[in-house]
């Protein structure tokens, strides 16, 4: 009977016109009757895309008949049935139908080669798409891969391999976070690395470092790539040393270092180390040097002496800070017409902490000293400020600090309430930001040690934290903590956040369990803030580390403090990933969260996460800019501030601009602090809105009717816009592109002065000079000269105001009114009476009087006419 079933396939096969017509052979796969081998015979026959292509829909009629075929155990071709069912689903595009079958089948990755109608390449392609859909999907929501599906994904990598696309593997592994996908195929790279292989490695950790990847299979993939790319024939050590940043290994940046001086190859090693102290926290640069020092010293010193320099900071701080005194450009018109328009101490305190940002670096306080007697009205913690603002002024200028500082700083007792030396106490932490050597740390150690009342404890903690930033020094985050628990409300607010600040990026489970238990036990709402900011900043950059801490933190239903917390700690976390997951939680938190500052928060808080993709945030947050709710209009626009921040990007300004007529009074202050976030450092000539904005701020600061808090942020603004001499832009990532530590962690603490004016001062953290210093190798700046062929324009300082009392005054008429208009008319014409009589006296006595001796007539008259004249005026007179 077979062998009569195979003749009549073969004849029904090669009849003209090709195989139709198969209703006969569907009757065989249906029926009973039909024997074993008949039925196989027909299905590899319908296999064939010769028959199948033109017998698809007739076939499709069958399939619960074949699909019967694979539930008999004994039935000899399982994988026949499967793959005739899946060809037939491709047929009815029903692909996830066909891939099922597929996998059922003996389905191979390489298609047939092309003969007559068929096209098998377009079903294997098709079905291959769709596994590695569905494998990505699956691998999204972390579910378990079927080994069948796995098989066929091991089957395609292997095809690709094999092919040489190396990179379509590569891509695949970091779509679906396999990192032994990517291992696999960067093993398969020839022995001798060639330029291509190179381009391969770099474009990897481009991937690995940019992407939106899990902080753990980030730093695998890392380690892997650069243990292979520092195999090839001239790697880039810098991003070498980058990519030891990101994976924490500070021993690996110090041995790189180190043989490149031993190679002679010094301008390389210090170019290195410049990038490491602007991108790496202070821990970590703490431990490259001690990994230097404990390797073997080169003969030649010097070179080591100048790394030492520059990962101490001394060589950029100076470059800095020799830029802003140089090129300051300060409008001091401006200042003294915002000073005119103040007439609240809120608007006092604003001034003082935009005057320290307008300042910022520049050493310039001349506005300070020409006011001496308007700054001396200063009280209580507007005084704190006052003096706090010339560690802004004077920042970088660490060797004179004490001197600069000394009629402020505490003296054998503290003057009044100590307001005055508390302010001094965080200028000196803010002249050594992000920089506390262990000279000011120990300094502000004792401070702090000895501080006998509140604000002193409170100025000494918040130095200490900005200037011990990232240092994860476990010794002064032990000082720190005996502040905390002295339960005092000012000095445990800035306690809480000294902490955070000084384990930034490196929070781990004894920290977070103490401070959320102290959240939780102290009854001063200030402390449990501090404490909200602090973990906030410690959480920073952690990723899936902290996830436990927040999860923790975000399921406090009956504490909304701890889910604000929770929210702000997500939120710092993964600041610049861009992961679309957080900003769904984040979403959420929005819209089903009662407390009006986890609101707050979640909104700001996907600008944190979406700061490196402003087009993404702007589509996320747009609506939210009109949301009955005014604490998230509020954090849409400061969401908008800081993923636009320096961009002057002119969509989220129109989203922006229509918020400063909100009715609420806080949600105006966002508006223009947000503004002023996106045009900083913007010229008219990119930013056209950037001129009018300036002058609708010092509008808003002239009407009388505004809020004080919106003219606190129009103040507040200004100094944003000029800061730094009018050299220095906020941006939220360091020059590799990173996520910036200082730039989020400021940030962060920007947004507390919601609460505390004093932390306005900490924006400064993210501001980064708009400059390019060269040095040669002696670390000198050469004198160059360039040649620029962009318009003027683009780099103009923004125009200079005009004062009031240069303005001309335009000559006002008096007005005359009708009265006295009359009274006028009538004196005239008694006037001019009088006038006539005296002039008929004097002819009468002329004609009187003999003629003048030899005196011509003509003469005579015109006497006559003077000596009258003279009488009349003398009359008028």
């Not at 308007?374 to 706090?388: D, M, R």
């Not at 402390?527 to 952690?542: K, N, V």
């Not at 600008?607 to 509020?634: I, K, Q, W």
């Not at 003509?858 to 009359?875: C, G, R, Y």
Request: glycine share 6%; charged share 20%; hydrophobic share 40%.
């Amino acid at each position: 009977m077979s062998f009569q079933m195979l003749t009549l396939l073969n004849r029904w096969k090669s009849q003209p016109g090709g195989a139709t017509n198969a209703v006969a052979f569907i009757r065989v796969l249906e029926s009973p009757k039909s024997s074993v081998n008949d039925k196989v015979l027909v299905l590899n026959a319908f296999n064939d895309w010769d028959i199948l292509a033109n017998t698809w829909f007739e076939v499709a009629d069958a399939l619960p008949a074949i699909e019967k075929f694979l539930a008999i155990a004994n039935f000899p071709e399982h994988s026949a049935a499967a793959l005739l069912i899946s060809k037939v689903y491709f047929c009815l595009e029903k692909y996830d139908r066909a891939l099922e079958f597929a996998l059922r089948g003996n389905f191979k990755v390489v298609p047939s080669p092309r003969v007559g109608l068929g096209n098998d390449a377009e079903y294997v392609n098709k079905v291959i798409e769709t596994a590695i859909d569905t494998y990505k999907a699956l691998s999204a929501q972390h579910a378990t891969i079927p080994t069948k599906l796995r098989q066929l994904i091991d089957m395609i990598v292997a095809r690709n391999l094999d092919k040489r696309e190396i990179w379509y593997v590569i891509s695949l592994g970091f779509e679906t976070t396999n990192l032994e996908m990517i291992e696999k195929a960067i093993k398969s790279l020839p022995a001798e690395l060639n330029h291509k292989s190179q381009m391969i490695l770099v474009e990897t950790l481009n991937r690995a470092t940019n992407g939106p990847f899990d902080r753990a299979f980030r730093f695998s993939v890392i380690e892997t790539v650069v243990n292979t790319y520092k195999k090839c024939p001239s790697p880039d050590v810098s991003k070498i040393c980058e990519c030891y940043v990101l994976t924490d290994n500070a021993n690996a940046a110090a041995d790189a270092i180190n043989e490149l001086i031993s190679q002679k190859n010094c301008s390389r090693a210090y170019q290195i180390a410049f990038d490491l102290y602007e991108n790496a926290s202070q821990g970590f640069l703490e431990r490259v040097i001690q990994r230097l020092n404990q390797q073997e010293k080169l003969p030649d010193a010097i070179p080591m002496e100048r790394i030492h320099s520059i990962l101490r900071g001394h060589e950029t701080v100076k470059a800095y800070l020799d830029f802003f005194v140089r090129h300051n450009h300060t409008d001091s018109v401006l200042m003294e017409e915002i000073k005119e328009n103040i007439r609240s101490a809120s608007g006092h305190n604003a001034l003082l902490i935009a005057n320290g940002l307008m300042q910022y670096g520049t050493t310039c306080d001349d506005f300070l000293r020409n006011n001496l007697t308007w700054v001396s009205k200063a009280t209580n913690w507007n005084k704190f400020n006052a003096v706090a603002s010339l560690g802004l002024i004077h920042h970088g200028q660490e060797a004179s600090a004490l001197k600069v500082l000394d009629p402020y700083l505490p003296k054998e007792s503290v003057d009044g309430f100590g307001f005055k030396e508390g302010g001094a106490m965080l200028a000196y932490g803010l002249i050594h930001a992000k920089h506390g050597d262990n000279t000011a740390m120990s300094t502000l150690a004792q401070w702090l040690k000895t501080a006998e009342n509140e604000p002193v404890r409170h100025g000494a903690c918040l130095g200490f934290g900005v200037a011990g930033l990232g240092s994860s020094n476990v010794h002064n985050y032990e000082k720190i903590r005996e502040v905390l628990q002295r339960d005092e409300a000012v000095s445990g607010e800035s306690a809480g956040i000294a902490m955070g600040l000084i384990m930034a990026g490196n929070l781990n489970a004894e920290v977070f369990n103490e401070l959320k238990q102290y959240t939780v036990d102290t009854q001063h709402d200030k402390t449990q803030r501090g404490i909200r900011t602090g973990l906030a900043c410690a959480a920073f950059g952690l990723q899936g580390d902290a996830e436990l801490y927040i999860e923790e933190a975000i399921r406090a239903k009956s504490n909304p403090m701890l889910r604000s917390t929770g929210v702000c700690m997500l939120s710092m976390a993964y600041a610049g990933t861009g992961n679309p997951d957080v900003v769904r939680r984040l979403l959420e938190k929005v819209a089903t969260d009662p407390n009006l500052d986890v609101k707050r928060y979640a909104t700001i808080g996907i600008g944190f996460v979406l700061s490196r993709d402003p087009a993404t945030c702007l589509s996320y947050v747009s609506m939210l800019t009109e949301h009955f709710n005014g604490h998230v209009r509020y954090g849409a626009a400061m969401a908008l501030g800081i993923a636009c921040a320096g961009t002057g990007n002119m969509e989220a300004i129109a989203l922006i601009e229509p918020m400063i007529s909100d009715k609420e009074g806080y949600v105006r202050k966002g508006a223009l602090l947000s503004l002023a976030l996106i045009m900083s450092q913007q010229t008219d000539y990119h930013c056209p809105k950037v001129n009018g904005f300036r002058k609708q701020l010092l509008k808003k600061l002239s009407e009388k009717n505004e809020d004080s808090l919106v003219k606190f942020g129009a103040t507040i603004a200004i100094g944003l816009l000029d800061l730094g001499g009018q050299n220095a832009a906020i941006t939220m990532h360091n020059s590799d592109g990173q996520p910036d530590m200082g730039s989020m962690v400021g940030m962060m603490c920007f947004l507390h002065g919601w609460f505390w004016h004093s932390m306005h001062f900490f924006v400064a953290l993210a501001a980064k000079p708009s400059c390019l210093i060269l040095v040669n190798q002696n670390l000198k700046t050469p004198a160059m000269e360039f040649l620029c062929h962009a318009n003027v324009q683009r780099f103009y300082y923004p125009p200079k105001a005009e004062s009031k009392k240069d303005k001309d005054v335009k000559k006002i008429e008096t007005v005359v009114l009708s009265i006295t208009g009359k009274k006028n008319a009538l004196k005239k014409q008694e006037e001019k009476k009088r006038r006539e009589a005296a002039a008929a006296a004097t002819a009468a006595a002329a004609a009187a009087s003999p003629s003048t001796t030899g005196q011509p007539e003509d003469e005579k008259m015109e006497t006559d006419q003077a000596t009258a004249a003279a009488a009349a005026a003398a009359k008028l007179k």
